[in-house]
C-alpha cells in the first residue's frame, strides 16, 4: 500500500460515516441534518428570526428560509409576524417538531466536537492546517461549506 492511500482511506471513512449518519438520522426523524440543526437552533434561540437561525447554524438566510418553507410545509414549524413590527417574522416549533427534536440521534459532529475539544491547542492547529492543506490539494479550498457534516452536494437546497 503506498503512503498516500492511508489518507484516502481515511477521507473515505469520514464520507461514509457522514452518510451513515444521515441516513439514521432520516430513517429515526424524517430530518436530514440541516434541518435538525435548524429545528435545535430554533428550540435554542426561543422565536428566532430567519437571520439568527441563519447565523447559529452558519448557512445563508436563503438555504434557511427553504429550509423553514419546507418544515412549515410539514408542520413542523410556523412562521408568527410581530404583534409591534408585521415585517418581523419568528419561526416557532410545533409539538411535532418538539417530539422529532426529542428521538434524534447525536449528530455526528456532536462526538468529534467533544474529541477534538479534549486535544491540546497544538494538535487541534496541527489537524486543522493538515486538512485545509488536503483540500487545497484537492482543489476544494474555494467550494463553500458550512460545518454541517451532511452529504450531498454543495450549494443546492435540495439535500437539505
Avoid: C
Avoid at 38 to 53: D, E, M, W, Y
Avoid at 93 to 110: G, H, I, N, S
Avoid at 138 to 159: C, F, Q, R, W, Y
Amino acid at each position: 500500500m503506498r503512503d498516500y492511500d492511508d489518507i484516502l482511506i481515511a477521507l473515505r471513512r469520514i464520507t461514509r460515516a457522514i452518510d451513515i449518519q444521515s441516513r439514521r438520522l432520516l430513517k429515526s426523524t424524517g430530518l436530514t441534518t440541516s434541518q435538525l440543526l435548524v429545528l435545535q437552533a430554533i428550540n435554542k434561540l426561543n422565536h428566532p428570526t430567519p437571520s439568527a437561525i441563519a447565523k447559529e447554524v452558519l448557512l445563508s438566510q436563503a438555504t434557511v428560509t427553504t429550509i423553514v418553507d419546507r418544515m412549515v410545509g410539514h408542520r413542523l414549524v410556523t412562521r408568527e409576524r410581530g404583534s409591534t413590527d408585521r415585517r418581523t417574522v419568528t419561526i416557532l416549533l410545533t409539538d411535532d417538531a418538539r417530539e422529532k427534536l426529542a428521538q434524534a440521534p447525536e449528530l455526528l459532529q456532536a462526538g468529534f466536537l467533544r474529541e477534538f475539544r479534549k486535544l491540546p491547542d497544538w494538535q487541534r492547529n496541527m489537524l486543522i492546517a493538515s486538512l485545509q492543506h488536503i483540500a487545497e490539494m484537492m482543489d476544494a479550498s474555494d467550494i463553500d461549506a458550512s460545518p454541517i457534516l451532511v452529504t450531498g452536494e454543495l450549494g443546492k437546497t435540495d439535500n437539505v
